[in-house]
Protein backbone atom coordinates (compact mmCIF):
# COMPACT_ATOMS: atom_id res chain seq x y z
CA UNK A 1 0.00 0.00 0.00
CA UNK A 2 1.09 3.39 -0.52
CA UNK A 3 0.44 6.78 1.88
CA UNK A 4 -1.83 8.72 1.27
CA UNK A 5 -0.86 11.71 2.76
CA UNK A 6 -4.04 14.22 2.15
CA UNK A 7 -6.85 11.80 4.09
CA UNK A 8 -3.62 11.21 6.87
CA UNK A 9 -3.14 14.96 7.48
CA UNK A 10 -6.88 15.24 7.30
CA UNK A 11 -7.47 12.78 9.75
CA UNK A 12 -4.28 13.53 12.34
CA UNK A 13 -5.77 17.06 12.32
CA UNK A 14 -9.45 16.00 13.07
CA UNK A 15 -8.06 13.20 15.92
CA UNK A 16 -6.19 16.27 17.20
CA UNK A 17 -8.55 18.65 17.79
CA UNK A 18 -10.80 15.91 19.85
CA UNK A 19 -8.50 15.53 22.30
CA UNK A 20 -8.34 18.00 25.04
CA UNK A 21 -4.64 19.36 26.97
CA UNK A 22 -6.70 17.82 30.52
CA UNK A 23 -7.39 14.27 28.66
CA UNK A 24 -3.40 14.10 28.39
CA UNK A 25 -2.59 16.05 31.70
CA UNK A 26 -1.25 19.25 29.95
CA UNK A 27 -2.11 22.53 31.66
CA UNK A 28 -4.76 24.42 29.38
CA UNK A 29 -3.31 27.84 29.76
CA UNK A 30 -4.81 31.07 29.90
CA UNK A 31 -4.62 32.00 25.82
CA UNK A 32 -5.26 29.02 24.17
CA UNK A 33 -7.64 29.36 20.98
CA UNK A 34 -6.37 25.95 19.29
CA UNK A 35 -9.23 23.40 19.48
CA UNK A 36 -7.90 20.36 21.44
CA UNK A 37 -4.12 19.43 21.22
CA UNK A 38 -1.56 22.10 19.68
CA UNK A 39 0.58 20.37 16.83
CA UNK A 40 3.35 21.42 19.43
CA UNK A 41 2.17 19.22 22.05
CA UNK A 42 1.07 16.05 19.68
CA UNK A 43 4.81 16.07 18.84
CA UNK A 44 5.58 16.29 22.78
CA UNK A 45 3.91 13.18 23.95
CA UNK A 46 4.59 11.52 20.90
CA UNK A 47 8.34 11.93 21.55
CA UNK A 48 9.09 13.31 17.73
CA UNK A 49 10.34 16.89 16.14
CA UNK A 50 7.32 19.20 15.93
CA UNK A 51 8.17 19.92 12.52
CA UNK A 52 8.27 16.19 11.74
CA UNK A 53 4.68 16.34 13.17
CA UNK A 54 3.58 19.78 11.34
CA UNK A 55 4.88 18.19 7.85
CA UNK A 56 2.45 15.23 8.42
CA UNK A 57 -0.63 17.71 9.30
CA UNK A 58 0.25 19.24 6.14
CA UNK A 59 0.39 16.55 4.16
CA UNK A 60 3.99 16.91 2.62
CA UNK A 61 5.47 14.53 5.42
CA UNK A 62 7.69 11.37 4.86
CA UNK A 63 6.28 7.68 5.42
CA UNK A 64 5.51 7.11 9.27
CA UNK A 65 7.01 3.63 10.27
CA UNK A 66 4.50 1.84 12.14
CA UNK A 67 6.58 2.45 15.73
CA UNK A 68 5.58 6.01 14.91
CA UNK A 69 2.00 5.60 14.13
CA UNK A 70 2.09 3.55 17.36
CA UNK A 71 3.52 6.54 19.47
CA UNK A 72 0.29 9.41 17.34
CA UNK A 73 -1.53 6.63 18.41
CA UNK A 74 -0.74 6.99 22.27
CA UNK A 75 -0.48 10.37 22.02
CA UNK A 76 -3.71 10.99 20.60
CA UNK A 77 -5.41 8.92 22.52
CA UNK A 78 -6.91 6.10 19.23
CA UNK A 79 -9.48 3.22 19.87
CA UNK A 80 -8.41 0.24 17.98
CA UNK A 81 -10.18 1.55 14.59
CA UNK A 82 -8.73 4.65 14.79
CA UNK A 83 -5.19 3.06 15.29
CA UNK A 84 -5.51 0.95 12.08
CA UNK A 85 -7.10 3.54 10.38
CA UNK A 86 -4.23 5.28 10.93
CA UNK A 87 -1.59 2.64 9.62
CA UNK A 88 -3.82 2.25 6.85
CA UNK A 89 -3.73 5.92 5.70
CA UNK A 90 0.00 5.83 6.44
CA UNK A 91 0.65 2.81 3.90
CA UNK A 92 1.15 -0.17 6.50
CA UNK A 93 -1.97 -2.34 6.66
CA UNK A 94 -2.35 -3.97 9.66
CA UNK A 95 -3.34 -7.69 10.22
CA UNK A 96 -6.57 -8.49 8.22
CA UNK A 97 -8.63 -11.40 6.35
CA UNK A 98 -8.93 -10.67 2.68
CA UNK A 99 -12.91 -9.70 0.99
CA UNK A 100 -14.46 -12.83 0.27
CA UNK A 101 -16.27 -10.71 -2.69
CA UNK A 102 -20.14 -11.52 -2.93
CA UNK A 103 -19.93 -15.64 -2.51
CA UNK A 104 -20.84 -15.81 1.02
CA UNK A 105 -18.69 -17.70 2.90
CA UNK A 106 -20.78 -21.17 3.58
CA UNK A 107 -20.32 -21.31 7.88
CA UNK A 108 -22.33 -17.88 7.28
CA UNK A 109 -25.48 -19.33 5.28
CA UNK A 110 -25.26 -22.54 7.46
CA UNK A 111 -25.85 -20.36 10.46
CA UNK A 112 -28.73 -18.43 8.18
CA UNK A 113 -30.69 -21.96 7.52
CA UNK A 114 -30.05 -23.01 11.24
CA UNK A 115 -31.40 -20.10 12.69
CA UNK A 116 -34.70 -19.50 11.12
CA UNK A 117 -36.11 -17.85 13.68
CA UNK A 118 -33.66 -15.11 14.49
CA UNK A 119 -33.14 -12.40 11.77
CA UNK A 120 -29.75 -12.69 10.38
CA UNK A 121 -28.32 -11.40 7.63
CA UNK A 122 -24.60 -11.22 5.83
CA UNK A 123 -23.15 -8.37 4.60
CA UNK A 124 -19.87 -7.44 2.63
CA UNK A 125 -17.14 -5.34 4.33
CA UNK A 126 -18.45 -1.86 2.23
CA UNK A 127 -21.86 -2.72 3.70
CA UNK A 128 -23.53 -4.52 0.46
CA UNK A 129 -26.71 -7.32 1.67
CA UNK A 130 -25.20 -10.54 0.27
CA UNK A 131 -28.17 -13.06 2.22
CA UNK A 132 -30.41 -12.67 4.42
CA UNK A 133 -32.99 -15.32 6.13
CA UNK A 134 -36.89 -15.32 5.79
CA UNK A 135 -37.46 -13.05 8.81
CA UNK A 136 -34.46 -10.58 8.16
CA UNK A 137 -36.06 -9.91 4.85
CA UNK A 138 -39.66 -9.37 6.82
CA UNK A 139 -37.82 -7.24 9.44
CA UNK A 140 -35.84 -5.32 7.50
CA UNK A 141 -37.10 -5.42 4.29
CA UNK A 142 -35.70 -6.90 1.18
CA UNK A 143 -32.91 -5.57 -1.53
CA UNK A 144 -32.67 -4.40 -4.71
CA UNK A 145 -30.01 -6.24 -6.94
CA UNK A 146 -30.55 -4.73 -9.91
CA UNK A 147 -29.45 -1.30 -9.50
CA UNK A 148 -25.35 -0.65 -8.96
CA UNK A 149 -25.45 -0.15 -5.22
CA UNK A 150 -28.87 -1.23 -4.51
CA UNK A 151 -27.76 -3.63 -1.66
CA UNK A 152 -25.77 -1.38 0.12
CA UNK A 153 -26.88 -0.11 3.62
CA UNK A 154 -25.22 3.36 3.62
CA UNK A 155 -26.46 3.91 -0.20
CA UNK A 156 -29.75 3.02 0.78
CA UNK A 157 -29.66 5.10 4.05
CA UNK A 158 -28.73 8.26 2.24
CA UNK A 159 -30.18 8.56 -1.42
CA UNK A 160 -33.58 6.14 -0.53
CA UNK A 161 -35.64 8.76 1.30
CA UNK A 162 -38.06 5.57 2.11
CA UNK A 163 -35.31 3.38 3.74
CA UNK A 164 -35.82 5.94 6.84
CA UNK A 165 -39.54 5.35 7.09
CA UNK A 166 -39.77 2.94 9.54
CA UNK A 167 -37.27 4.73 11.77
CA UNK A 168 -37.89 7.18 14.44
CA UNK A 169 -37.12 10.78 13.61
CA UNK A 170 -34.62 11.17 16.22
CA UNK A 171 -32.31 8.47 15.58
CA UNK A 172 -31.35 9.12 12.33
CA UNK A 173 -28.34 10.80 13.03
CA UNK A 174 -27.43 8.24 15.17
CA UNK A 175 -27.68 5.88 12.12
CA UNK A 176 -26.54 8.25 9.67
CA UNK A 177 -22.76 8.66 12.10
CA UNK A 178 -22.98 4.95 12.18
CA UNK A 179 -23.03 4.56 8.62
CA UNK A 180 -20.24 6.99 7.46
CA UNK A 181 -18.16 5.72 10.66
CA UNK A 182 -17.74 2.28 9.53
CA UNK A 183 -17.79 2.77 5.39
CA UNK A 184 -14.98 5.24 6.40
CA UNK A 185 -13.03 2.34 8.22
CA UNK A 186 -13.94 -0.31 5.20
CA UNK A 187 -12.78 2.57 2.28
CA UNK A 188 -9.26 2.08 3.90
CA UNK A 189 -8.88 -1.26 4.60
CA UNK A 190 -10.32 -1.44 0.75
CA UNK A 191 -7.85 1.33 -0.15
CA UNK A 192 -6.68 -0.07 -3.81
CA UNK A 193 -10.60 -0.94 -4.09
CA UNK A 194 -12.09 1.29 -6.81
CA UNK A 195 -15.59 -0.36 -5.90
CA UNK A 196 -14.81 1.44 -2.71
CA UNK A 197 -13.77 4.59 -3.99
CA UNK A 198 -16.74 4.94 -6.61
CA UNK A 199 -19.36 4.19 -3.93
CA UNK A 200 -17.85 7.23 -1.41
CA UNK A 201 -17.47 8.90 -4.50
CA UNK A 202 -20.99 8.70 -5.73
CA UNK A 203 -22.13 8.50 -2.05
CA UNK A 204 -20.32 12.38 -1.80
CA UNK A 205 -21.99 13.36 -4.86
CA UNK A 206 -25.93 12.27 -3.85
CA UNK A 207 -26.45 13.25 -0.28
CA UNK A 208 -25.02 16.33 1.16
CA UNK A 209 -25.11 14.80 4.89
CA UNK A 210 -23.31 11.75 3.81
CA UNK A 211 -20.43 14.55 2.52
CA UNK A 212 -20.75 16.39 5.81
CA UNK A 213 -20.56 13.66 7.95
CA UNK A 214 -17.66 12.32 5.81
CA UNK A 215 -15.18 15.22 6.24
CA UNK A 216 -15.64 14.70 9.65
CA UNK A 217 -13.42 12.06 9.67
CA UNK A 218 -14.95 9.65 11.91
CA UNK A 219 -14.39 6.11 11.83
CA UNK A 220 -15.52 3.03 14.04
CA UNK A 221 -15.99 -0.43 12.70
CA UNK A 222 -19.66 -1.08 13.77
CA UNK A 223 -19.75 -4.54 16.19
CA UNK A 224 -22.63 -3.71 17.70
CA UNK A 225 -25.41 -1.58 17.22
CA UNK A 226 -29.18 -1.09 18.47
CA UNK A 227 -32.25 -0.97 16.10
CA UNK A 228 -35.20 0.88 17.16
CA UNK A 229 -37.89 0.26 14.11
CA UNK A 230 -41.74 0.71 13.74
CA UNK A 231 -42.70 -2.33 11.56
CA UNK A 232 -46.23 -2.15 9.93
CA UNK A 233 -46.73 -5.65 11.26
CA UNK A 234 -45.82 -5.67 14.65
CA UNK A 235 -45.39 -1.91 15.79
CA UNK A 236 -42.36 -0.20 17.63
CA UNK A 237 -39.58 -2.87 18.59
CA UNK A 238 -36.22 -2.41 19.68
CA UNK A 239 -33.66 -4.95 19.38
CA UNK A 240 -29.79 -5.57 19.64
CA UNK A 241 -27.57 -5.82 16.86
CA UNK A 242 -24.45 -8.17 16.99
CA UNK A 243 -21.82 -8.08 14.30
CA UNK A 244 -19.63 -11.27 13.91
CA UNK A 245 -16.90 -10.93 11.05
CA UNK A 246 -15.68 -13.68 9.63
CA UNK A 247 -11.93 -13.15 9.30
CA UNK A 248 -11.52 -15.80 6.15
CA UNK A 249 -13.57 -13.09 4.04
CA UNK A 250 -14.36 -9.59 5.98
CA UNK A 251 -18.12 -10.58 5.50
CA UNK A 252 -20.36 -9.44 8.79
CA UNK A 253 -23.17 -11.42 9.94
CA UNK A 254 -25.75 -9.44 11.59
CA UNK A 255 -27.88 -11.25 14.51
CA UNK A 256 -30.94 -9.14 16.11
CA UNK A 257 -32.48 -10.55 19.19
CA UNK A 258 -34.13 -9.43 21.89
CA UNK A 259 -34.24 -10.10 25.95
CA UNK A 260 -36.06 -13.74 26.36
CA UNK A 261 -39.07 -12.74 27.55
CA UNK A 262 -39.67 -8.90 26.87
CA UNK A 263 -42.22 -7.28 25.09
CA UNK A 264 -39.83 -6.65 22.25
CA UNK A 265 -39.12 -10.06 22.10
CA UNK A 266 -42.67 -11.01 21.96
CA UNK A 267 -43.32 -9.17 19.03
CA UNK A 268 -40.44 -10.75 17.28
CA UNK A 269 -42.24 -14.34 17.95
CA UNK A 270 -45.14 -12.73 16.13
CA UNK A 271 -43.08 -11.61 13.24
CA UNK A 272 -41.90 -15.18 12.83
CA UNK A 273 -45.77 -16.23 13.53
CA UNK A 274 -47.24 -13.84 10.70
CA UNK A 275 -43.86 -15.09 8.03
CA UNK A 276 -45.02 -18.68 8.42
CA UNK A 277 -48.85 -17.67 7.97
CA UNK A 278 -47.66 -16.27 4.66
CA UNK A 279 -45.63 -18.97 3.60
CA UNK A 280 -47.86 -21.36 4.33
CA UNK A 281 -50.78 -19.43 2.49
CA UNK A 282 -48.41 -19.11 -0.53
CA UNK A 283 -47.77 -23.28 -1.22
Known sequence: MTI????????????????????V?????????????RREEVAQLAVM???YYIRLEQARGPQPSPPMLAAL?????LNDDERDHL?????????A?????????????HLLD????????VLSELGDVLAQNDIARDLLGGVCSVSEHGRNVAWRWFTWPGTRAGYPVEEHEYYSRLHVADLRAASARRADDPAAARLVERLRGASEEFAALWERHEVAVRRRSRLRLEHPVIGAVELDCKVLIDPESDQRLEIYTAPPGSADGARLALLRAEGYAVSRSAT
Request: proline letters at 11%; hydrophobic letters at 30%; zero cysteines.
Open 25 to 37: GLPVGPRRRTPGL
Open 97 to 109: GQSGGDRVAPGLL
Open 4 to 23: NRAELADFLRHARERVTPED
Open 114 to 121: QLSGTPLQ
Open 73 to 77: ARALR
Open 87 to 95: HLLAGHRPP
Open 49 to 51: SAD
